[in-house]
């Protein structure tokens, strides 16, 4: 088991950042890509962005490019998602979640262990 641990949601202008953190516990932290998603209100679950297990990879869906940014200390057992330029089309619930494969893996079930998220909010 992996137990996830989100921080850092909360009310921002457009145009603000925020930076979430993702603390992680249980089995071998660098073990795991990691990956975050988001849930709006009446909307399915989405991808934002994966990093491998050593951070050396990163992928972001089209929507969240050249704006936000993960990374990962495996030092720390954490991972981040910096968001920068944010809109209010951004506000959701931000998960972050665990996957034990390698690969681009952007489908919600691909991953195994969960957070409990974290909500995002961008006023106009």
């Known amino acids: 088991q992996v137990q996830l641990v989100e921080s850092g949601g909360g009310l921002v202008q457009a145009g603000g950042s925020l930076r979430l953190s993702c603390a992680a516990s249980g089995r071998t932290f660098s073990n795991y890509a990691m990956g975050w998603f988001r849930q709006a209100p009446g909307k399915e679950r989405e991808f934002v962005a994966r990093?491998?297990?050593?951070?050396?990879?990163?992928y972001y869906a089209v929507s969240v490019k050249g704006r936000f940014t993960i990374s990962r200390d495996n030092a720390k057992n954490a991972v981040y998602l910096q968001m920068n330029s944010l809109k209010p089309e951004d506000t959701a619930v931000y998960y972050c979640?665990?996957?034990?494969?390698?690969?681009?893996?952007?489908?919600?079930?691909?991953?195994?262990?969960w957070g409990q998220g974290t909500q995002v909010t961008v006023s106009s």
């Open positions: 990093i491998s297990r050593s951070g050396g990879t990163t």
């Open positions: 979640a665990a996957d034990p494969y390698r690969g681009v893996r952007v489908i919600a079930d691909d991953y195994n262990f």
